[in-house]
């Protein structure tokens, strides 16, 4: 006879989806959205780890180490439609940083859910639909060319108002590109705006580019130090060096 799995807890359930959904988490990120310790909610990552339904890397040396979903516990919760994420070094910082975002913005907004750029695409695959999804101009094969956001901020209840896109903007874009990107937010419907959360270098150069798109009425940029988290921790040293009067301690 064939022994089943033991069924997960809802806790560990809820864990590894949220890693799924947002392709990769951390523990200082997990801390943020359930208010612990960092090394409360490692432990409890490790966990997971030990148990096959995640996996854990460290594409950079000096930041948080990152836990994926396995295919097999995507598998466990019911996932479907989404692959494992492969955790490179070029992209870590921005997993790092959308994992932390993510968690800030869940506990400041508890009646919101926040969905990742990878379950809109997953939902363009399966409905056809592109929500919360800035319109580029038309493509290759008469196909729509989209902009997505990293996260979309949306409320628990339809009725409740718009969806908020929301951009981790690490890096300065190329200046049109950038405009471009603006002024087709501004030109979004089914919205109630744009959230940008960026560093103040980054910051500089997006405010140049929404005034370029007159899209100051549809976008709002902020600073990590804006939200419930650690900056350092989420976007990097960097961050550290050009605002160390804004950095919260570390957890040990």
Avoid at 27 to 49: D, F, K, M, T
Avoid at 180 to 198: E, F, N, Q, S, T
Avoid at 233 to 246: I, K, L, M, T, V
């Amino acid at each position: 006879m064939l022994r089943k799995d033991p069924a997960l807890s809802p806790e560990r359930a809820a864990l590894i989806r949220w890693a799924a959904h947002m392709g990769a988490v951390t523990a200082q990120a997990l801390a943020i959205a359930e208010n612990v310790s960092v090394s409360s909610a490692g432990a409890r990552l490790r966990a997971a780890e030990r148990a096959g339904l995640l996996t854990y890397s460290r594409p950079l040396a000096k930041r948080p180490g990152l836990f994926t979903a396995t295919r097999a516990g995507m598998r466990r919760c019911g996932l479907h439609g989404l692959d494992p994420c492969r955790a490179s070094a070029s992209g870590a910082s921005h997993l790092i940083a959308c994992a932390s975002v993510a968690a800030a913005l869940q506990r400041a907004y508890p009646d919101h859910r926040v969905v990742g750029e990878r379950e809109l695409r997953r939902d363009e695959r399966e409905l056809g639909v592109a929500p919360a999804s800035a319109h580029m101009g038309i493509g290759p094969y008469g196909r729509p060319l989209l902009h997505r956001p990293d996260l979309v901020l949306w409320p628990r209840e339809l009725t409740d108002g718009q969806p908020v896109p929301v951009e981790v903007e690490l890096t300065i874009k190329a200046p049109r590109r950038l405009t471009d990107i603006c002024r087709a937010w501004a030109r979004c419907r089914g919205i109630a705006g744009v959230l940008y959360v960026a560093p103040p270098s980054v910051e500089r150069a997006l405010g140049r580019a929404i005034a370029r798109a007159q899209a100051q009425e549809r976008i709002v940029v902020v600073g990590p130090e804006a939200l419930p988290l650690d900056p350092s921790s989420a976007f990097g040293p960097e961050y550290e060096r050009a605002c160390p009067e804004n950095t919260v301690p570390s957890d040990p």
